[in-house]
């Protein structure tokens, strides 16, 4: 069978799978399960700028909240409905991401990490001042997702956010797989040998930084109707890192790897909920760890240990 | 008919140096040309400067009649100019069938959204590139090496997939930085007469930097001889061997004694 | 009376300058020895507000608590060079920069686990009333903290000069492979580097303690510290002093122009700005690489 066809099966059993699993199980259960589908949205598209195109962000938390922002802001104020604001304000993000990207692709390293980090803090500032609108520090409540006129039930909400999820990660092995994902690797293995071949490195980096903004912003629309209430700490430097971890302990690079690190890690804050100070502690620590004994993350242990197959990008394509 | 590629006046400088100074030749469509000087003559600087990777102090570069000095590296080279460089720069976590894919970059119109949604369009490009990765592979010899990693290959062969990458889009001129070396004799024999082979099929123009005297006699028609970033010399292989003023430049380089 | 009204003004930015450029100078020596850029600075100096809060509950003096937290930092920072830094030394620069990050994260919320959120308030050295001369009203805090921004500077300044490891590490950080040719240490010079700076910036805790109280926050100052660092080139010990005063007064006087929101945007305005157009600062030379 044809690669991408393969690709596509897979992911809609996996959407069947975890569908009937949130039937099944308990609606605190699929609470969690969401948040981590949630978190491995994010971290997709984080890897696909960290990992995959080689650019240092420190602000993809705010692209979350800008995402979670604008959709309950369309959803309040125009009255789109959840299936409607929650994509628009992924495109909102992709849009500020694509405006930072254009300043930030002439930068790499420690310059794009300060830009980045420069970025969150004023987006950080102005949630706050600007508190007519987003409710500043004290929050914004979100409206309650409905389709045609009724509102849903949790389960419903674990549906919309499986469905995402699955959709997401399937757009994302597509990319990855088709000359836009190795252009992204091109940039950031050496720039010089992508220019002299036609790409243009300005232009990938910024297709990039607006495409895992737009996941980010996917992310927080999403996180905002599931826990129904939009906290600005929650989007601040400790969750950019947190994502980092994620893609770290994943593996950089590897969307199976964002996956198992998001999900995986996704678990600790519930855990730790009682002692919510320690997760902070926990989540430098683990990424400490994860840095100095497994440099290469998760899905490089796997290749190791898994049989060695063709590292070519599947099957010729029928 | 204008050349394939013209340059006037050219001068290339960092810092009060000056690379290349007033620099000027041109290279007829389908040609070979081989550009030699001794060490330090600013060869790569010149191929760095039509590649629109260095900015040029004064003096223009055309290609075809249309003038590339000042347009952006990643536009020059979608007007048709390749390269092979002195080093690789090999997508070194990617195989090697991944790097000439890239090469093969240009092949494909799919956008973002048909390659996210994997439409038959991006689709039958992706075949497209794959067949003409897989025929350039083939071309250099490469196939058994599709799908290693290109870091930790030999360096000779990592030249081989340079070369591949940067044909696999039939560039109109393909700029060559020292194609052969690292190679023993028979793989640059083998490597350069592919090489010629796909020039001659898709009448892409070359300009050839050798060390390798011997391969750059049997494979210029033309060649292009300078010194501390200027023209010394012009003329055919044997021509060029016999100039005095060429001899002289060389004298002290071991190449002088490929000369005889 | 306008002009000692801005002349305090211009006092009180030197002063927040002066802890600013004291971060900045903890930034900028690791960088220039060691090439990394450790994000975890600020932390050092919640450490070192901490420790002097520790020291003076148990009723010591300032002359013993500022050398022994001094000392403390250098000690730390050796620990950190060593045990987490070195071994990842050889990583992409990504890695080393978020690995600084989490050890900051873990220093913060250490700290935080243990005190709580609750600010500690601790008096200044001198006190805290103001000195009055010449019409003006000075705070004597302040006016230590830019005694000891100066005094620290010209220490460094020196020790890069004319002592021995000092220069060890210039040359380390000019050509790391000639310089272990000439037979110097490379791990020892990174040691120096380390040790210097979190002593720094421990003391710049130490010294923004009375103004700002003690809480797990202090860490926040590493960002302007940056904006401070990139204004002044980020290679340039003088120039991140500058640095720091630059931001420190542009700080204080758009507080009082502009009004608080903008105080609190426009050094991250001036960052982003810095970066996109002049990301050697106002100092440095052009050696991004940028394709």
């Not at chain 2, 000439?100 to 992706?126: F, K, Q, T, Y």
């Not at chain 3, 060691?34 to 050092?44: A, D, M, Y």
Request: charged share 10%; net charge positive; with cysteine.
């Amino acid at each position: 069978m044809q690669t991408s066809k393969r690709v596509l099966l897979r992911c809609a059993v996996a959407a069947c799978a975890l569908l009937a699993i949130g039937a099944g199980a308990g609606s605190y259960p699929a609470y969690l399960i969401s948040l981590a589908m949630v978190n491995v949205i994010a971290a997709v598209g984080l890897n696909l700028l960290v990992g995959n195109s080689g650019q240092i962000s420190l602000c993809h938390s705010s692209f979350m909240a800008v995402g979670a922002y604008s959709s309950s802001l369309l959803a309040s104020t125009v009255g789109l409905p959840f299936w409607a604001s929650i994509p628009a304000g992924a495109l909102v993000a992709a849009i500020v991401g694509a405006l930072l990207g254009l300043p930030a692709r002439r930068l790499s390293g420690i310059y794009l990490a300060l830009a980045t980090l420069g970025f969150l803090q004023i987006v950080q500032i102005i949630i706050e001042e600007f508190s007519d609108i987003t409710g500043g520090v004290r929050g914004l409540n979100t409206a309650k997702p409905a389709l045609l006129g009724t509102p849903l039930t949790s389960y419903g909400i674990y549906c919309a956010v499986t469905v995402v999820c699955v959709a997401a990660v399937w757009l994302a092995i597509n990319i990855k797989r088709s000359r836009i994902g190795r252009e992204f690797d091109a940039v950031r293995l050496s720039p010089h040998a992508a220019q002299a071949l036609g790409i243009s490195v300005a232009r990938v980096k910024l297709t990039a930084f607006s495409l895992s903004a737009g996941y980010a912003g996917l992310a927080g629309g999403l996180f905002a109707i599931l826990v129904g209430f939009i906290d600005p700490n929650e989007f601040g430097i400790g969750s950019s890192l947190k994502q980092l971890t994620y893609i770290v302990v994943g593996g950089l690079g590897s969307i199976g790897g964002s996956v198992v690190g998001a999900a995986l890690l996704s678990g600790l804050p519930e855990l730790l909920r009682p002692i919510k100070e320690y997760t902070d502690f926990a989540a430098a620590l683990i990424l400490l760890a994860a840095l100095l004994f497994m440099p290469h993350g998760l899905a490089a242990a796997w290749h190791r240990v898994t049989p060695k197959r063709g590292k070519t990008t599947g099957d010729v394509p029928a | 008919m204008s050349p394939c590629l013209e340059l006037v006046d050219v001068c290339v400088g960092f810092g009060g140096v000056r690379a290349v100074d007033k620099l000027g030749f041109s290279v007829a469509a389908g040609q070979v040309r081989g550009l030699i000087g001794p060490n330090g003559a600013g060869k790569t600087t010149v191929i760095n400067a039509i590649t629109g990777v260095v900015p040029l102090l004064s003096g223009d570069i055309l290609l075809d009649g249309e003038r590339i000095s000042g347009l952006p590296a990643h536009v020059i080279s979608r007007k048709g100019v390749g390269r092979t460089f002195q080093h690789v720069e090999a997508f070194g976590e990617l195989t090697v069938l991944e790097n000439v894919l890239i090469g093969a970059g240009r092949a494909s119109s799919a956008g973002l959204l048909s390659c996210a949604l994997a439409l038959p369009r991006a689709r039958r490009a992706e075949k497209t590139m794959r067949s003409q990765a897989l025929a350039a592979l083939e071309a250099f010899g490469l196939l058994h090496v599709l799908d290693e990693r290109t870091s930790g290959l030999p360096f000779g062969l990592l030249k081989r997939m340079d070369l591949a990458r940067s044909m696999v889009a039939s560039p109109k001129l393909l700029l060559m930085d020292e194609p052969t070396s690292g190679m023993s004799e028979s793989e640059a024999d083998s490597a350069i007469a592919a090489a010629r082979l796909l020039a001659t099929m898709h009448g892409t123009t070359l300009l050839v930097v050798e060390h390798n005297m011997r391969v750059m006699m049997s494979l210029a028609q033309h060649i292009t001889v300078v010194q501390f970033g200027s023209l010394i010399a012009e003329g055919t292989p044997a021509q060029i061997q016999a100039n005095p003023t060429v001899i002289d430049a060389y004298l002290g380089e071991e190449a002088v004694d490929a000369f005889h | 009376m306008q002009a000692s009204f801005y002349l305090q003004l211009a006092i009180a930015g030197i002063s927040v300058g002066s802890v600013y450029a004291l971060i900045a100078l903890s930034i900028v020596v690791p960088f220039k020895a060691s090439g990394v850029l450790n994000f975890g600075q600020g932390e050092l100096a919640t450490l070192g507000a901490y420790a002097a809060l520790v020291l003076s509950q148990y009723g010591l003096p300032y002359y013993v608590v500022a050398p022994v937290v001094i000392v403390s930092g250098a000690v730390i920072g050796l620990v950190m060079e060593r045990v987490l830094i070195r071994p990842i030394i050889k990583a992409p620069a990504f890695t080393v920069v978020i690995a600084t990050f989490a050890i900051g994260l873990a220093i913060k919320s250490a700290i935080a686990l243990h005190w709580g959120d609750t600010p500690f308030s601790v008096e200044g050295p001198f006190g805290d009333e103001p000195i009055v001369a010449g019409g003006l009203r000075l705070n004597p805090t302040s006016l230590w903290i830019v005694f000891c921004a100066v005094a620290i500077t010209a220490l460094v300044g020196c020790f890069f000069k004319y002592a021995r490891p000092g220069k060890a590490m210039r040359a380390v950080s000019i050509n790391p492979e000639a310089a272990t040719l000439m037979g110097i240490k490379v791990n020892g010079s990174y040691r120096w580097a380390w040790a210097i700076s979190s002593s720094i910036g421990a003391l710049a805790g130490l010294l923004v303690a009375p103004v700002v109280g003690i809480n797990p926050e202090i860490g926040g100052l590493i960002l302007r510290g940056l904006v401070a660092a990139v204004l002044g080139g980020f290679s340039s010990v003088y120039g991140a002093v500058i640095g720091g005063i630059a931001v420190g007064l542009l700080e204080t006087f758009a507080a009082v122009g502009l009004g608080g929101t903008v105080k609190n945007l426009a050094p991250f305005l001036v960052l982003l700005l810095l970066l996109v157009f002049r990301p050697y600062g106002l100092f440095g030379s052009r050696e991004i690489h940028r394709v």
